[in-house]
């Protein structure tokens, strides 16, 4: 199987992804290569992975992992709570990851705090037990190997003849790296790749050809987000460019419809109360809110790498136009407001919503407690001062040629390409 | 200023004005011709841009008229009108055709328009999709199938350009095209601008002036601020109009524009155009014209000098050697001639002068013998009548002698000697008259040392002090200076002059009177250099006629007098350097009056 993706990754780490399509490229890679302790569905379920069970304490501090017999790296090598340990570990300063005493097959996991998150939290990307071989090559556990590397253009993966989840259809998968969007779809086009990213678009959209295309629910928000510099100290002028932003047509011509507009972080099918957040224009009570000032001109900046974004940027400057605050687009210089695209890595929305502020550069969020309304308050907390105002939820989305059989990408934006086939393969 | 020196004044200030006139002339004609010549080029350039603009217009309206038939556009057009793509929520299909077309055709612009007047796909600003255009109104669609001028809003900041609209008209709802090209320094770069002329674009996209929206050929215009009046006034005017601006202080690098306002559809100002022409030509012209005229006017005005000073030399010479003869004349000298061979106007004043001259000559000579005869008749008269009157007691005296010899001799002797007493009284008395006559005739030089006035007035007054004495009723009165400086003088003769004043006013005043003798220092400046000294009788006094004659020689007014007294007191003062002077009212007094050098 041939695959194309945007990124050029110069090493395989998860934890090196600059932006939303690096790390849902990353993901996917070293999905393909690794397994999580645990792993979660769309509803936030836990799902066993390398472990099949677990125990956890009153105070969710002290958690039992029961890992799952005869698991192997790739190199052969067994993939032992101890082996586990001096992954996660690492990864983890402030866990205590340790191989139980008493049986070869338990891991302890100790947190000094609670952590009620935390098998959300072992089911992140970055949470896959991959060993590194001597080259720094990750090995892990899943139906495909490392087969060969070459930094920033191509990668091969093979099968794995004896994986613990069983030998995937396909022998070998090469995955070729910097191909933008619409190089990936004139590849596909031209059967010189059989599963490709996609920019999403709306299931009104017609495709061209007869390739699936696959969705995934909302797991990226794009959202402004003020400098902690920027001019815009008044929070009026803040709210007010929230007001003024028209999130309808962005949506639906932009984003061509595959967005959710939204004024929140974590999407409504993570919580259920997105709507709460309005995102409804409202220039005239923008114009209110500055009807005694004069708002200094504000500078927009994007991600340049991302394709949508200037546009979108444009129009929000346009947006802002019409309730008299003047926003620059510019690359250049010093910004006052930033249009980013963070991903959402984890359909547990408590989680979600420590990630999001993590990465929006938000204080961490104070949750009280594992309700709904805790995590309103603690969103809501977030939001309160409009520092950052969120725009839209995106899906991610890809596409496999006709001859991909067994195509089925879980909703969280993953691919499954352990359960394909190629039409002519062997 | 003499005669030549006016006359060559004259000449020279002549010459100047006519180089000056003659300058101003040419340069004021130049000026015009220079003006002229900006206008026709600021014509030809405005009417070079309109032409560029109708034939880019033509271009713009020609390239929109092609994209509204393309079949991208009639694919859209039918799409709208199929109700394939309602509003907003599939114009995200349409967001990159209109980039995809302006490349085709290279347009700077280009949106497609529904018909309600919103943006459908924006070449120049993608984001724009759902805004209005302002260029189309639901109403009355566009507003004018030619191509015009139109203010459009790009991301970073409006900007001008030159438009067109066409419709794709499939069904009832048209799809506008409005299509265009900037209006900029790339504009201005296709025109053919001439030598020493450049053209500037305002375009008049803000409320107030903005100096960035003034381009050149090479973008921004440097220098903005200085041709901001110009265009303010054309933004409040709206008309066309001109005006200079200096870049520096050298005023040949100031340049004269023309500011051509544009509009639009409606006739808002969108731009003005600014020709400039660059003054260097005039301004280095009318400095050529300037130092031309400057050495044409000192060559002139030395040529003038020197053919005025010949000229003036020629014509004043006749009148130099006049004037000349007129001082030797006026100062006495009768036989200056003037030489002067011309024939005209001043030859007949030469010869008239040369005739009049010589008449005066001759009339001095007949006046001096008559003078000199009248004279020696006066002399005659007074010797007659000085001698006659001893003459006759002699003749008496012999006859009364004779007379007593023949008749008595008895009486003879005693006749004898009262006759011989007669006549040696009588020949005394006619001695006296000739050592008059003698002394005037012999009057010696003043032999002068330090000699104090008032001493000569106190020594005289003690000599004639038995004579006053005897004169009852004359009284003296003295008033001398005591700071009388003493003077260079011949103490005898002034002695002698003042006698004869003294006796003068004694004789005047045979009823009595009052003598007063008077002194006083003249000063010249703090210096005293000179005396005054005052004889004044109380008598009679003298007429006008008198005093005019009063020191003419053997003139007297007295029945006894030789006339030489006052002709001696005038010859002594006169010697001395002084002047004499007299005042006299009838019955009332005479006052003589002398100045004396110190």
């Known amino acids: ?426 | 200023m003499s005669f030549r020196q006016k006359l060559l004044l004259l000449f020279a200030i002549t010459i100047l004005l006519c180089v000056t006139v003659m300058s101003v002339s040419v340069y004021g004609t130049m000026r015009r011709s220079f003006e002229q010549a900006n206008q026709d080029r600021a014509n030809s350039v405005a009417a070079q841009f309109r032409s560029e603009f109708q034939r880019r217009g033509e271009d713009v309206a020609r390239k929109v008229e092609s994209i509204a038939a393309s079949e991208t556009v009639q694919r859209i057009a039918l799409e709208i009108n199929r109700g394939v793509s309602p509003a907003s929520a599939d114009a995200s299909g349409y967001l990159g055709e209109a980039r995809t077309l302006a490349a085709q055709q290279q347009l700077d612009f280009l949106e497609l328009v529904d018909h309600q007047g919103n943006i459908l796909s924006s070449a120049q600003w993608q984001a724009k999709f759902g805004y209005p255009e302002p260029a189309i109104t639901p109403a009355t669609g566009p507003a004018d199938s030619r191509a015009f001028l139109k203010r459009e809003e790009l991301p970073n900041g409006p900007t001008l350009g030159l438009f067109a609209i066409r419709a794709a008209s499939i069904g009832e709802q048209p799809l506008f095209v409005v299509g265009g090209e900037r209006l900029d320094q790339g504009f201005l770069s296709t025109l053919d601008i001439p030598a020493g002329t450049r053209v500037l674009l305002y375009q008049n996209l803000d409320s107030n002036w903005n100096p960035q929206s003034l381009l050149d050929l090479n973008g921004a215009a440097a220098g903005a601020d200085r041709i901001a009046p110009l265009i303010e006034k054309v933004r409040s005017t709206g008309q066309e109009t001109q005006g200079v601006i200096h870049w520096t202080a050298d005023s040949a690098d100031a340049e004269v524009f023309h500011a051509l306002p544009l509009t639009g559809p409606n006739e808002p100002l969108m731009g003005i155009l600014l020709v400039g022409s660059s003054r260097r030509p005039l301004i280095e012209l009318q400095r050529r014209i300037i130092s031309a005229a400057m050495l044409v006017g000192g060559l002139g005005l030395l040529v003038a000098v020197l053919a005025s000073l010949w000229f003036a030399a020629r014509v004043t010479r006749p009148v130099v050697s006049l004037a000349e003869a007129a001082r030797r004349v006026a100062a006495g000298d009768l036989s200056a001639k003037v030489d002067v061979e011309s024939s005209d106007e001043l030859g007949e004043l030469a010869a008239s002068f040369n005739r009049m001259t010589e008449d005066l000559l001759q009339q001095k000579d007949r006046a001096v013998q008559a003078e000199r005869v009248a004279a020696w008749r006066e002399l005659a008269r007074r010797l007659a009548h000085e001698l006659k009157n001893p003459l006759f007691p002699l003749q008496v005296t012999v006859e009364n002698l004779m007379r007593a010899k023949e008749k008595s001799p008895e009486l003879f002797e005693e006749v004898f000697h009262e006759s011989t007493a007669t006549l040696l009284a009588e020949i005394n008395n006619l001695k006296t008259i000739v050592a008059r006559f003698s002394e005037f005739s012999r009057m010696p030089q003043p032999r002068r040392r330090p000699t104090q006035v008032n001493e000569v007035l106190r020594s005289l007054l003690r000599v004639f002090h038995a004579q006053l004495q005897d004169k009852s009723g004359i009284t003296v009165q003295t008033d001398l200076d005591a700071a009388l400086p003493a003077i260079q003088a011949d103490p005898d003769l002034l002695h002698r002059a003042l006698s004869n004043l003294v006796l003068n006013a004694i004789d005047a005043m045979p009823q009595g009177g009052t003598l007063t003798l008077h002194t006083t220092a003249l000063a010249n400046g703090e210096v005293k250099d000179r005396v005054a000294i005052s004889v004044s009788d109380t008598g009679a006094g003298l007429t006008p006629e008198e005093c005019e004659r009063l020191f003419t020689p053997y003139y007297t007014t007295k029945q006894h007098g030789t006339g030489l007294g006052l002709a001696i007191v005038q010859s002594v003062v006169s010697d001395h350097g002084g002047k004499i002077s007299v005042e006299s009212t009838k019955e009332k007094g005479t006052t003589f009056r002398i100045e004396l050098p110190a």
């Open chain 1, 1 to 426: 199987m041939r695959v194309a993706i945007q990124s050029s990754p110069m090493t395989l780490d998860a934890n090196t992804s600059s932006t939303p399509a690096d790390y849902w490229d990353m993901v996917r890679l070293l999905s393909l290569v690794g397994d999580n302790l645990v792993g979660i569905d769309a509803e936030g379920r836990p799902q066993p992975a390398l472990a099949n069970a677990w125990q956890e304490d009153s105070t969710a501090r002290h958690w039992q992992f029961t890992l799952r017999h005869g698991v192997n790296f790739h190199d052969g090598t067994p993939a032992s709570a101890s082996a586990i340990a001096l992954i996660l570990g690492p990864l983890h300063p402030d866990w205590n990851v340790r191989a139980t005493s008493a049986a070869a097959d338990s891991l302890t996991i100790d947190t000094e705090a609670s952590a009620p998150t935390l098998l959300a939290e072992l089911a992140l990307p970055r949470n896959l037990i991959l060993a590194h071989n001597a080259a720094g090559l990750p090995i892990g556990t899943s139906p495909f190997r490392i087969a060969d590397y070459q930094p920033g253009k191509l990668l091969k993966l093979a099968a794995v003849e004896d994986s613990w989840s069983g030998r995937p259809f396909l022998d070998a998968i090469e995955i070729e790296f910097g191909k933008s969007l619409r190089d990936q779809a004139v590849a596909l086009e031209l059967g010189r790749a059989d599963v490709i990213a996609t920019a999403p678009r709306s299931a009104n959209a017609s495709p061209r050809m007869r390739t699936s295309s696959s969705m995934s629910l909302p797991v990226e928000l794009m959202a402004l987000v003020f400098a902690p510099n920027s001019k815009a100290q008044d929070v009026r002028l803040r709210q007010a460019l929230a007001l003024s932003i028209d999130r309808k047509p962005i949506q639906s011509v932009l984003l061509k419809g595959a967005a959710e507009p939204t004024a929140s972080i974590l999407p409504n099918w993570m919580t259920g109360y997105s709507a709460a957040f309005s995102a409804q224009a409202n220039v005239q009570r923008a114009k209110a809110l500055l009807a005694d000032s004069r708002p200094p001109a504000l500078t927009l900046s994007y991600d340049p790498r991302d394709p949508q974004a200037q546009l979108i940027a444009e129009r929000i400057a346009l947006n802002a136009r019409e309730a008299g605050i003047t926003v620059q687009v510019s690359l250049s210089g010093p910004d006052d407001i930033r249009l980013v695209r963070i991903p959402l890595p984890t359909p547990d929305p408590a989680l979600a919503l420590r990630e999001a502020a993590r990465q929006l550069s938000l204080s961490p969020p104070v949750l009280h407690g594992k309700s709904v309304e805790d995590l309103f308050q603690a969103e809501h907390g977030l939001l309160e001062d409009s520092s950052v105002i969120p725009l839209f939820h995106l899906p991610v989305a890809s596409a496999a040629s006709p001859r991909v059989h067994g195509w089925a990408p879980d909703r969280l934006g993953g691919w499954n390409l352990a359960d394909v086939w190629l039409e002519n393969s062997r």
